[in-house]
C-alpha cells in the first residue's frame, strides 16, 4: 500500500502496543493530514444483501469519534481485492455487499484521492 504512495506523503505505520485503539497509519502531506484504520477481507460473500461486519473494537471507535470531535481527519478504509471503502461513520458495525460494491472505488482510485488530500488539500471521498 505504501509504496503506491509519492515521497511527498509522509506514511507512519503505527504500531503502539501501550495505546489501544489508535488507528493503523498516519499520512501527511504540504495540505492535509490523517489518520485511516484499515480492515481488509480476501473475498465478500455471494449474495448483495449479505452482510459484512465492520470488526472495529469499541476502543477503536472511541478513539476514531474523539479525534474527529477534535477535528482531525480520521478514516476507516475497508477493502477487499482491488475494491476500497472510505467509511466516516465509526458507529456503523455492518454494511451489505451492494453497499460496499455501490459505494467503494478501486484502489488506484483511493491511492489517487489520498495523494492529494495530503498534497493538494482535495477530499479523500
Not at 511527498?8 to 501527511?28: A, M
Request: aromatic fraction near 16%.
Amino acid at each position: 500500500m505504501h509504496k503506491h504512495l509519492p515521497k511527498e506523503v509522509y506514511r507512519w505505520k503505527i504500531n503502539d502496543p501501550y495505546h489501544g485503539g489508535v488507528p493503523d497509519t498516519f499520512y501527511s502531506g504540504q495540505a492535509n493530514s490523517c489518520f485511516i484504520e484499515y480492515k481488509y477481507t480476501e473475498s465478500l460473500p455471494k449474495k448483495s444483501s449479505s452482510y459484512i461486519k465492520l470488526n472495529l473494537s469499541q476502543q477503536q471507535r472511541n478513539w476514531l469519534k474523539l479525534q474527529t470531535k477534535n477535528n482531525l481527519f480520521v478514516y476507516t478504509v475497508f477493502a477487499c481485492l482491488d475494491q476500497v471503502y472510505i467509511i466516516e461513520d465509526f458507529d456503523l458495525k455492518r454494511f451489505t455487499v451492494k453497499q460496499f460494491n455501490e459505494r467503494s472505488c478501486t484502489f488506484k482510485e483511493y491511492i489517487t484521492a489520498l495523494t492529494n488530500f495530503c498534497l493538494k488539500k482535495e477530499s479523500i471521498k
